[in-house]
């Protein structure tokens, strides 16, 4: 257990200090980094262990009979136990390493998707989707011309689940849902998203970049076919992302990319696969970054995704009462469950401006699509700000925020 969660508290300053890069200071003001749900900042037990994998551990994987070797393909195996463990999936062999959350989406768009999906066959994603849980369907529209259906929100953010049942018909042949929106924050209620689908045997992929870092994620319980994420979300590396898939789906689905690690056997006319997951880590894997991925997990399940989740919420339930208080400022998503997101905009000023002022402050926000651009045609703009908050944020940095808005806000009036 981490030493800032110990006797049931949480202490933010402790936590603070493992991360290097909080401290420092961006035109002469303190950091506020509040750009998390793009990507969250390492911790030093992270930063060491990519250090140490690669000064005294580090050879190729799989291939090698030295003990460089071996021991670069224990960290990178052991890597991946972390992960299906992380899921709670039942068999390390359903854990595919990828390059982040959008490879292995179209991992399976590729593949599995492809397969299945002929003319006028339906995919059900929702209207919050990333742009990544959305173009490789799109590709299945425009080569095989699949029908791309929509599962609404409410004006509020909330997810409709009723009006999500109604979508579903004897053509649907994939769900593609997130977990968490990263732009609404509203929480999917996926459970029972799978059950409704699979008792229409639809199988489910759930998009849980955002819902992985905020949310407990039990594969087995939410019984999905297919979860998605990714590590630099996770303060875990950049280049690195996991795809678990239920087994018998992976057996069954076809390669993605071709190469060395992923073949059996290879002639001059034939070829033959590997098994799961080997299948689909085609050529040299990213194996420090999924040595560095298992750091981070090890590092979130010190201090228990409950507390962090704890810490978090209490932050963006305080950011939404401060930014209520500016007259101008308007929340996007209320969803009655929500995660530690806040997206908003300032009447009459661009995003792209607000962000820019309140960067001179110290204070790092995400302004513009967020790769959300369906879901902000639903609410009628064409970009937003957003605030993500991360274990280490502190209240005083929802005040600096508050600060910084009302200062822009002058700014435009
Ligand atoms: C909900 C959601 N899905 C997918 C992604 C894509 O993640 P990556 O760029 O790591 O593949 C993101 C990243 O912002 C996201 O927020």
């Not at 936590?15 to 390492?42: C, T, W």
């Not at 003990?67 to 854990?95: D, H, M, P, Q, S």
């Not at 280049?239 to 992976?250: M, P």
Request: aromatic share 8%; net charge negative; glycine share 8%.
């Amino acid at each position: 257990m981490h030493p800032a969660v110990k006797n049931g508290s949480y202490d933010v300053a402790r936590v603070r200090e493992d991360f290097p890069i909080l401290s420092m200071q961006v035109y002469g003001k303190p950091l506020v980094y509040l750009d998390n749900a793009a990507s969250a900042q390492k911790p030093k037990a992270v930063l060491d262990r990519l250090h140490e994998a690669y000064t005294s551990e580090y050879g190729n994987v799989h291939r090698g009979l030295h003990y460089l070797a071996n021991t670069a393909t224990e960290a990178y195996e052991g890597a991946r136990e972390k992960v299906r463990a992380f899921l709670n999936a039942e068999r390390a062999e359903e854990i595919v390493f990828t390059r982040n959350a959008t490879e292995a989406i179209n991992l399976v768009a590729y593949t599995f998707g492809r397969e299945r999906i002929e003319e006028g066959d339906e995919i059900v994603l929702s209207i919050m989707e990333h742009h990544s849980n959305i173009v490789p369907w799109h590709f299945l529209r425009e080569r095989h011309g699949a029908v791309i259906k929509w599962a609404p929100v409410d004006d509020e953010g909330n997810f409709l689940l009723d009006e999500f049942e109604k979508l579903l018909s004897p053509r649907t042949k994939m769900v593609a849902i997130t977990h968490m929106s990263n732009m609404l924050g509203t929480v999917v209620p996926i459970k029972e998203v799978v059950r409704l689908a699979h008792a229409r045997d639809i199988p489910v992929l759930v998009d849980g970049a955002q819902g992985a870092v905020h949310l407990d994620v039990d594969v087995r319980d939410l019984d999905c076919d297919f979860y998605v994420f990714t590590g630099h979300k996770l303060y875990g590396p950049t280049g690195i992302g996991a795809l678990y898939g239920k087994y018998a789906h992976l057996a069954a689905m076809r390669p993605f990319n071709g190469g060395g690690e992923m073949i059996r056997e290879v002639f001059q006319d034939r070829v033959t696969y590997g098994d799961p997951p080997h299948k689909f880590e085609a050529g040299t894997p990213a194996i420090v970054q999924a040595i560095g991925f298992g750091a981070a997990i090890d590092y979130v399940n010190s201090i228990g995704k409950a507390r962090m989740r704890a810490h978090e919420q209490s932050l963006a339930r305080y950011a939404h009462e401060r930014l209520r208080e500016i007259n101008s400022l308007r929340i996007f998503g209320n969803a009655e469950d929500k995660g530690a997101i806040v997206s908003f905009e300032i009447k009459g000023a661009h995003p792209h401006d607000v962000a820019t002022i309140i960067d001179r402050a110290g204070v790092a926000v995400r302004a513009g699509t967020h790769c959300v651009m369906p879901l902000l045609a639903r609410f009628g703009v064409t970009a937003t700000c957003r605030a993500s908050f991360a274990l280490y944020n502190t209240q005083a940095e929802v005040d600096s925020l508050a600060q910084a808005l009302n200062k822009a806000q002058d700014f435009f009036a």
